[in-house]
């Protein structure tokens, strides 16, 4: 079968995909988070793996339309939003991007670094990312955030109203890092307001297909391949990708990228997005993660699939 896009044909993918699911689902190790108390109940058997195109061709395997909350994904599609609304040399200045090293909760990390967040793929970014974001009210604010991820996603995503409470009772840490924020001068609005903002968008359901579509609509150059609507323009597609290849997988981003070469972002539910430029998004699903939070079945069958599509950015053929 001939290759219809920047990809092999249809039928090989299959088949590829069918392989990453089987060679990931013999993995076991890992845990399901359960420092936001709600995330505790999942089910760790629950796999899902979708990739979709630039053309919008999708293949899956598995639970790839179970939804779960999107977490700390939501940072780098938060992060295109804002990018496009300030641009380039704000978004540098005001939250940054370089790696911190250190745990996506990390207090320290900000200390270290004179009050800077640092990158907006961990907390203390996100949240001055979410601040940053122009809007009157945290509430126009959160419509704001919903919105623009539902574009990427293509459809209207939704608030898990149990994972969000759940967050929200248990969220100390979040709230002393947006009050630290506060403190050096990061954040100019009231930080209860933005973690209360922040904590929806992590809460809002996708599925891996979802995530996939996402993926895909930053590989396309910010335009969606199945709705066909420009989300974000190709130059902030790209910044996106940047902060992601350096910082997506928190202290292990450095290992993801030897292993796979191309950028990804995690959220402790146990979803994983996976972006290969110009080509599509890999997404998957799956609980159990490792130390630094991302999840186990995810890493393993998207390096499976980076290799065996070829599509590692580092590679010269
Ligand atoms: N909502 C979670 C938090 O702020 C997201 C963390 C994550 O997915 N790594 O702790």
């Known amino acids: 079968e001939a290759a219809t896009g920047p990809l092999p044909g249809d039928s090989r993918v299959d088949a590829l995909i069918e392989a990453a699911y089987a060679h990931a689902a013999t993995h076991h190790e890992g845990t399901v988070a359960d420092y936001i108390p709600a995330l505790a109940t999942a089910d760790p058997a629950q796999f899902g793996l979708s990739l979709v195109d630039v053309h919008g061709g999708t293949h899956e395997a598995g639970d790839a339309a179970a939804l779960f ?3 700390s994904i939501s940072k780098a599609f938060v992060y295109a939003l804002l990018c496009d609304a300030v641009g380039h040399e704000a978004a540098l200045a005001t939250v940054g991007v370089n790696n911190t090293g250190l745990a996506f909760n990390s207090v320290v990390a900000i200390e270290l ?10 907390n203390a970014g996100a949240l001055a990312t979410t601040a940053l974001i122009p809007a009157a009210s945290p509430e126009r604010r ?9 574009r990427f996603a293509g459809r209207a995503l939704e608030l898990d109203d149990a994972v969000y409470a759940s967050e929200m009772a248990a969220n100390q840490r979040n709230a002393a890092i947006a009050q630290l924020l506060e403190s050096y001068g990061r954040i100019r609005v009231d930080p209860a307001g933005v973690v209360d903002v922040y904590t929806r968008q992590c809460s809002l359901l996708v599925s891996a297909h979802d995530l996939a579509v996402m993926g895909a ?8 391949p199945v709705t066909g609507e420009r989300v974000v323009s190709a130059e902030v ?15 292990n981003s450095g290992e993801w990228l030897f292993e796979i070469g191309l950028p990804g972002k995690s959220g402790v539910a146990g979803g994983i997005v996976c972006v290969a430029p110009g080509k599509g998004g890999i997404a998957t699903f799956s609980p159990p993660l490792d130390a630094a939070g991302n999840s186990v079945r995810g890493q393993i069958a998207t390096a499976y699939l980076s290799r065996a599509l070829g ?7």
């Open 69 to 71: 909350s999107i977490q």
């Open 113 to 122: 670094n004179g009050g800077h967040p640092r990158n907006p793929m961990v």
């Open 142 to 150: 959160w419509l704001t955030i919903q919105h623009g991820l539902s």
């Open 217 to 224: 609509t930053l590989a396309d150059g910010g335009v969606n």
């Open 237 to 251: 597609a790209r910044d996106t990708l940047a902060v992601m290849s350096a910082s997506g997988m928190y202290e």
């Open 311 to 317: 599509l590692n950015l580092f590679a010269s053929s």
